[in-house]
C-alpha cells in the first residue's frame, strides 16, 4: 500500500539521521522475518557475543514453555560492559546522571566494568551464588544499575523493587522471592522530600525473615538504622581489599534466568515476571537499535524508572548492549520548575527522549513556554510508553518538544513481552494516537471472543500468535499460573489482557486493559492489591477498587468499602484509609476518592461485579446484568 493512501491524520517521517540509519524502509526488515523468522533472530543475535554458539534459535518442543538459543552459552553482562571495553567504546560515556539536587555523575564503559566488578564481589562476600535472588530497592541512582548488573554477572537473579512501593508491597516481594541480600538506599529525594526506603525496608524486613545481609547505600545522608550483623555500608565495604575491580564473570547459559520482576495482573498476589540472558538480550537489544535508530553519537534518555520493566529493557540493558550514552535522571520532572527536563536535554544534548503520555499530559499543563526557552535542537527522535497516548498530547510532543521534526515512537510491549511488540520504525508515516504495527516477524491480531478475527475498526483481544526471543519464560515458582493466565483463553495463543482494534492500514490502536489492571500514571497495579491493602485496615470489611478517566493520570483509583459493622463514619476516616493504603502499598496505589457503601454488586459465585461499580460511578447505564446476585 502506498503511503498517500493511508486514511486519518498522518505525519510522515522527517528525522536528522545521524549517519546511515539502521532502516529505511519497514518492508525489507518484514519481508526478511517473514520468510525465515528464526533466521532473522539468529541474524541479530550473531551481533551479540556467545561463548559456545546455539544448538537451535527456538526450541517449541513444549509449548508456550518455548526456549531460545538452546545449547548456547552467553552472560549479558559481557556484551552490555566487557565486550564495549575491549572497544575503542572503552572510554565513551556510558551513564551520565544528574541528581535532583543538581549533583552529577558519569561512568566510562571503563568505570562501569569497574565499579560492576567492585560491587559483584562484594555480593559474593556476602554469599550471593549462582541462582540466588537479590532484592534492589532504590531511586533512580547509578547504584542501582551497577547492583542490578553486578548480579546479572555472578549469574545472582535480580528482583527490583521499585522504589514507590512501600512497607507491605515490599515484604510480599521479598518474602516470594526467598531474597538473600537486599541492596537498599537510605532514601530517594523526590520534590526535594526524602523518601525514607531504609526505614520502610525496616518495617517490611521485621515482617520477612529470607533476608540475610543488607547492603545500603547512601545517598539521601539522612541517619538511619543500621542493624549489627545484618546491615553493611556499600561505601565501607567497597574501600576494603575484596571489593577488587576485577570479578570473573559467570558464564551461563542463554535459558538461565536473568531477573524477576513483579507486576500485576487478573486476580491475587502480584507475580514473579522470570526472564533469562539469552533471548531477552537479543530482544531488548535488536527492538531498540531499530526502533529509536541507535547511533554512536547518540545521547539516550529514558525516564522512565528501572524500577520497572521500560528501566530494565531499555535504560539499563537495550541501550548498553547497543554501546550507548544513557543519561538518568534522578528526581520529578517539575522540580524545582517545570523546566527541569527540557534544561537537561539542552545541558546534556540530548538526542533521544523516551517518556509515558502521563508525563507528557503533565508538562504539557504548565504551557508551551518551559520548554520554548531551551534548544531542544539536539532531539531527533521521542518515544511513548505505558498507556494509550491521546492524539492531543502526541501533537503536543510532537510541535513544541519535537519542533515538528522528531517522529514519536509509540511503543506498545508489557513487562511480559521483555521487549517492543507494537511499534513505529522511524522511517514509517505516524498517525497520533496509534503505536503502528507489530514489530517485523511478530504475528499478532485481534480477535472476537471465539478467538475468530475481528473486522477492520472492530475492537477485540489483542494477542499473539507466534513465540518471540525476549518473551517470559514463567511465572517464577509457578508454571501452572503462567499457562492458565496467557495461554488458555485461546490455547496455543499468547493473550495480552489489553483490547484493542485495528484501522483498515493495519496500524492498531491499543485500547486499554480487559482485566482488573489499573494503570495509573502509566504504573500497573492490581484491583487485588489495592483492596488487601484496604481490608488490611482494622475498620475494613471489603473493599473494591476501580479505575476511572483522569486528565493527567490516565485513570484514578476510586474505591468502595464496607466498614465492619459498629465502626462509623467519620470526617478523618477517608483520609485514614488512604495514608493506610499508602503505607502499605506505596504512594501510587492509593485511592483518589473512597464511597462508603451497604453492598457490593456481585455474581452468584461471588465475584464482584467492578463493570458495575464503573458504571455507577460514570453515571452510565451499567448494561447486561442477568449475573448479578439480586
Ligand atoms: C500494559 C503493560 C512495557 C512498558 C511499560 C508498561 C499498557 C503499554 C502502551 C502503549 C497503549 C500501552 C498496556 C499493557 N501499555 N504501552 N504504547 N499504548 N497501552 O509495562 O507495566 O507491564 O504494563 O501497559 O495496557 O498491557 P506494564
Known amino acids: 500500500m502506498g503511503e498517500n493512501t493511508l486514511t486519518g491524520e498522518v505525519f510522515y517521517p522527517s528525522f536528522d539521521f545521524l549517519g546511515e540509519p539502521h532502516i529505511r524502509d519497514r518492508a525489507e526488515l518484514t519481508a526478511e522475518a517473514e520468510k525465515d523468522y528464526t533466521g532473522f533472530w539468529a541474524r541479530h543475535a550473531e551481533e551479540l557475543h556467545w561463548f559456545t554458539p546455539w544448538e537451535k534459535v527456538l526450541d517449541d518442543s513444549n509449548p508456550p514453555f518455548y526456549k531460545w538459543f538452546t545449547g548456547a552459552k552467553t552472560n549479558i553482562v559481557y556484551n552490555c560492559v566487557d565486550r564495549h571495553v575491549l572497544t575503542a567504546r572503552r572510554n565513551k560515556l556510558a551513564l551520565i546522571w544528574e541528581g535532583e539536587d543538581g549533583e552529577f555523575r558519569s561512568l566510562s564503559y ?140 559467570e558464564i551461563v547459559d542463554a535459558e538461565d534466568p536473568l531477573f524477576m520482576l513483579y ?143 522528531c517522529p514519536i515512537m509509540d511503543t506498545w510491549w508489557q513487562t511480559e513481552t521483555g521487549m517492543f511488540m507494537i511499534t513505529p520504525l522511524p522511517c514509517d508515516p505516524l498517525k497520533p494516537g496509534s503505536g503502528g504495527k507489530p514489530f517485523p516477524g511478530l504475528d499478532m491480531d485481534i480477535v472476537n471472543e471465539e478467538g475468530q478475527p475481528v473486522a477492520p475498526d472492530e475492537e477485540g483481544y489483542l494477542i499473539v500468535r507466534n513465540p518471540w526471543p525476549a518473551m517470559l519464560r514463567t511465572i517464577y515458582k509457578n508454571p501452572d499460573r503462567y499457562v492458565e493466565q496467557y495461554w488458555s483463553r485461546f490455547p496455543g495463543v499468547y493473550m495480552t489482557g489489553d483490547s484493542a482494534r485495528r484501522d483498515a492500514d493495519g496500524y492498531y490502536w491499543v485500547i486499554g486493559r480487559v482485566d482488573d489492571v489499573i494503570k495509573v500514571s502509566g504504573y500497573r497495579l492490581g484491583t487485588a492489591e489495592i483492596e488487601s491493602a484496604l481490608v488490611s485496615h482494622p475498620a475494613v470489611s471489603e473493599a473494591a477498587a476501580i479505575g476511572l478517566p483522569h486528565e493527567v493520570k490516565g485513570n484514578i483509583i476510586h474505591a468502595f468499602v464496607i466498614l465492619k459493622t459498629g465502626v462509623e463514619v467519620h470526617d478523618q476516616l477517608e483520609e485514614e484509609l488512604k495514608r493506610h493504603v499508602g503505607h502499605e502499598m506505596g504512594p501510587i496505589a492509593k485511592p483518589q476518592t473512597i464511597e462508603f457503601v451497604e453492598s457490593l454488586p456481585k455474581t452468584r459465585s461471588g465475584k464482584i461485579m467492578r463493570r458495575v461499580l464503573r458504571a455507577r460511578a460514570l453515571g452510565e447505564d451499567p448494561g447486561n446484568l442477568a449475573t448479578m446476585e439480586d
Open 110 to 249: 571503563f568505570a562501569l566494568k569497574r565499579e560492576v566488578c567492585k560491587f559483584a564481589n562484594i555480593l559474593k562476600s556476602l554469599g550471593v551464588e549462582k541462582g540466588d535472588r537479590v532484592t534492589l530497592y532504590m531511586g533512580r541512582i547509578p547504584e542501582l544499575v551497577l547492583g542490578m548488573l553486578a548480579c546479572a554477572r555472578i549469574g545472582a537473579v535480580h528482583s527490583v523493587v521499585y522504589g514507590g512501593f512501600s512497607v507491605e508491597a515490599l515484604h510480599e516481594r521479598l518474602e516470594d522471592s526467598k531474597s538473600k541480600v537486599l541492596i537498599v538506599a537510605d532514601g530517594a529525594f523526590q520534590r526535594g522530600k526524602i523518601v525514607p526506603l531504609k526505614e520502610i525496608a525496616d518495617e517490611a524486613l521485621q515482617r520477612a525473615a529470607t533476608v540475610q545481609s543488607v547492603l545500603v547505600v547512601r545517598r539521601t545522608g539522612q541517619p538511619v538504622n543500621m542493624e549489627q550483623g545484618r546491615d553493611l555500608w556499600y561505601h565501607d565495604l567497597m574501600r576494603l581489599p575484596i571489593a577488587s575491580s576485577s570479578c570473573s564473570l
Open 263 to 405: 507486576t500485576s495482573g487478573t486476580t491475587g498476589r502480584p507475580k514473579a515476571i522470570l526472564h533469562t540472558h539469552g533471548g531477552y538480550m537479543v530482544g531488548a537489544y535488536t527492538t531498540l537499535k531499530y526502533v529509536f535508530d541507535i547511533q554512536d553519537q547518540d545521547r539516550y534518555w529514558c525516564a522512565a524508572d528501572p524500577g520497572w520493566i521500560t528501566g530494565h529493557s531499555y535504560i539499563v540493558y537495550g541501550p548498553l548492549l547497543n554501546g550507548t550514552t544513557s543519561f538518568m535522571y534522578e528526581g520529578a520532572p517539575t522540580f524545582p520548575y517545570p523546566n527541569r527536563w527540557w534544561q537537561m536535554i539542552e545541558r546534556y544534548g540530548i538526542t533521544i527522549l523516551y517518556t509515558a503520555p502521563t508525563a507528557i499530559r503533565g508538562l504539557m499543563r504548565f504551557g508551551d513556554a518551559w520548554a520554548e526557552r531551551h534548544d531542544l535542537s539536539t532531539l531527533r527522535l521521542l518515544g511513548s510508553v505505558g498507556e494509550p497516548i491521546n492524539p492531543e498530547a502526541w501533537k503536543w510532543y510532537h510541535r513544541v518538544i519535537g519542533r515538528d521534526r
